[in-house]
């Protein structure tokens, strides 16, 4: 019986030694007031840093965000350039048609509604 119990707290102690510093850390064993006190300086100036860092990180991604938003803009705007240009040159091509035929006396004019078709009926 002595056996188990001897077992049983060397694995205690195995379990409490295997975290180590980590753990001494964590419950705050590691680091005193005096450290706190004679590196504070160096806790704010890493707390900006941070902080500056997480600033930087939203700005960016706004910027992104916004230079999405512009590129969508941007392509129907170039879109709608190419539609406004292909009417404007149908426009020309019309104009230029209409000056020839009137240049040589035709008398053709453009017609506003399409041909008919008419077919057979019995």
Known sequence: M???????KKKEKKQRKTPGWVAELRYGQSISLEFFKTNAWLILVMVVIVVAL???RYKTKTK??????????????????LDEKS?????IRETEMNKMVNEHGLN????????????KTE
């Open 2 to 8: 002595a056996t188990d119990s001897d077992n049983k």
């Open 54 to 56: 997480m600033g930087l």
């Open 64 to 81: 992104m965000a916004q230079i999405k938003k512009l590129n969508v803009e941007l392509q129907r705007a170039e879109s709608h350039m």
């Open 87 to 91: 009417k404007y040159m149908s426009l």
């Open 108 to 119: 053709l004019q453009f017609q506003e509604q399409p041909p008919y078709h008419l077919s």
